[in-house]
């Protein structure tokens, strides 16, 4: 992979939320950032694991359900237990999956991103979002992904730190414009909705920190999938998109994710 340039004194939205998650692939500076963000929002780490819990519920439903078999993962993160190709290859060993990010200490553990099944594939594209264009003409998107057939984009904890509306929809838009009818988009990012202290406070955490972040109100996520068909529930609460019957969730006003799912007609 050559050298990869890693600086650990600066922290790392990726690897705060591994650090938050129980992982151990952060340093000093990340954990650090940690204590500052969740001294304000100390609810933090539960809606972490939250979000982390409907990316696997998602993924396994809309291969399960809608029969998608191919999946663009953008801002995928540090590798966690279960990744999404090893969710979605359990409903179909012959799923497809790109991971995108642009951390260099994701790209280190890449690898772990990368154990497919034989008949399926994992491939792995060095990328920022604000890259789209790049992104949907790169050579791991074409060789592993076939655009005439359905793939979901999966936008997962990512677009609370890109703050601009204008921004983030064009990016979308340049996302979903090439790929065929019937693909998907699913989101997951901030919200202040549930407890607007706590949030405001984790925000300006961030902030202090030099990440930018924001919130969103359900219209201001639900118009991030304008021209797209939202599915059942809609846009909710993380924990409460599709829970399995035996998980029991957090309460509500400890989960500050809003997360939805939609599909291009």
Known sequence: MGEIALDTSVPHSARIYDYLLGGKDNFEADRAAAGHITKGSPNLPVSMRANRLFMARMAGR?????????FLDIGTGLPTAPNLHE????????????????????????????TSTPQGRAAYLDADLADADTIMRSPEVHDTLDLKQPVLVSLIAMLHFVVDDDRVHAVIRRLMGPLAPGSMLAISTLTADSAPAEVARGVAGY??????????????????????????PGVCPVHRWHPEPDQPGPDDDKVFVYGGVAVKR
């Open 62 to 70: 809309v291969a399960r359900v809608h029969g998608i078999r191919q």
């Open 87 to 114: 969710v979605v290859q359990k409903v179909d060993p012959a799923a497809r999956v790109v991971y995108i990010d642009n951390d260099p200490i994701v790209l280190v553990h890449a690898r772990a991103l990368l």
């Open 207 to 232: 902030r202090a920190q030099g990440i930018p972040a924001r919130a969103r109100t359900r219209g201001q996520v639900e118009a991030l999938f304008d021209g797209l068909e939202l599915l059942d």
